[in-house]
């Protein structure tokens, strides 16, 4: 009587056959590319890579799980808050030959107020009320009690060279519109300030995964697809490698104004702190994205991940920073949306909601409309446009269960007060139940 097969032992022979398909197929660079493999994760990546490739089924073994293909990671909240917000910043240098010097504008200040010298309080009022201007080699944003700093040598030496070119080419006509192009993408390079701000997140999500700070390794099609993109969108690679170069522009210092406990006025000593460049050696192969990311900007999230862990004492301030559940599935569903959805979706994401409102499964953030409006980088000088494109924004994003007051009631009042009004926002409690909200999204939309 011949034995029966049972169903598991079809299936693992079934595996072997396929997995014998892909080795045969395999040239000598990707059989040692799947030696060197550090982890289960990279080497199903691989395998998924090459089954395509040669239009063979991947073995049940080494296909990841679908959770596997936009995991929940944790991120650094002051990097989310206070950093990432700084790459969006990207296009000042759009203008920087035409901005003021600092030492300009306390001068006009001087002469408007007929004064031989200007106190403390009056030049941080004028170099606030300018907003923004150049000093020492910086493009700097005034926020009034602080001030952050956007280098440019980088960048201006890079301008500089195309400069020189464009005096050669005053000789050569014939040179100058190619000239003049090579400028133009200069620029363009600081105006992906989004696609940075985008692959910024998707870079730290890689730490966490990979577990690693230095030689980085970012598969092209991992960055498309936590983008939510196709390969086959016209340009997309070039748009992703320009943003990633952007990356390597610029770095920043933040000065600080703080009120000085036991005295009426502000120190005009600023604290400065500089934070460095975002990523570091940035190499670029036909597959990969190779680079090492600053640890500044890894926060808290390295003593969760790395051996060489800090010293207890010092762990202790490093954790105050704090860490929430970043949901890697979120550009997928904001691809095509405005910015300011996105910012909000994202800002929304990293709060853990009011602790005396929170319930079961629900989490409730509670902020003033002018607040969600910050977060969404809407500043408009007048409040009627930036309350309305506030409560557009609240209206498009998809991951909101509830809005109180609701929105048809915020639209009835005068600009003035809604963006005083504190809004109860309502939201899944758990990054878990959030991304499968996100996912049957995303999945409505590709079939509506």
Known sequence: MKKEVSKVTKKREKDNKLMMEILKELTREEMKATVFAEDEGGLSKLFEKYAKRYKIELPSFLRLPPDEQYPIVKMDRAT???????LLNKSIFTNYFSLPTKEEIIEQERKRLNKEDLDFEEKRAALTRAKEYRQDGYVTRDYGNYVIGFSCQL????????EEKLEDAQNEPHLYPEVVQEI???LENIRL???????AHIILAQVYIQKRLKSLVISKGD???????????KQIYQHIERALKSL???NYRIWGYNFTPGYKKRTDRPSSKGIGWFIYNLKINPTNYILDVNDVYVGCVRQLLLKDKAPKKERKRLFERGYFDWISRIYPLTKDMPISVELLSLFFISETGNRKLNKPGTKVITHRVERLAKEAHITHSRASRRYN???????QIEIIEKI???LSELKQLRPSKGLKTILHVHMKGSAKELDKLIERRIKAKSNP
Do not use: W
Request: with cysteine.
């Open 389 to 395: 494109d506030t409560l557009s924004a609240l209206g």
């Open 404 to 406: 109180e007051p609701p």
């Open 248 to 250: 390597l522009f610029c």
């Open 80 to 86: 989310e808050q206070d950093l990432l917000p700084l």
């Open 193 to 199: 300030y989004r696609m940075a701000h985008r692959l």
């Open 223 to 233: 960055i498309v697809r936590f983008l939510g993109c196709s390969p086959n969108e």
């Open 155 to 162: 960048y201006l030496g890079y301008i500089k060279a195309h």
């Open 184 to 186: 133009q993408q200069g």
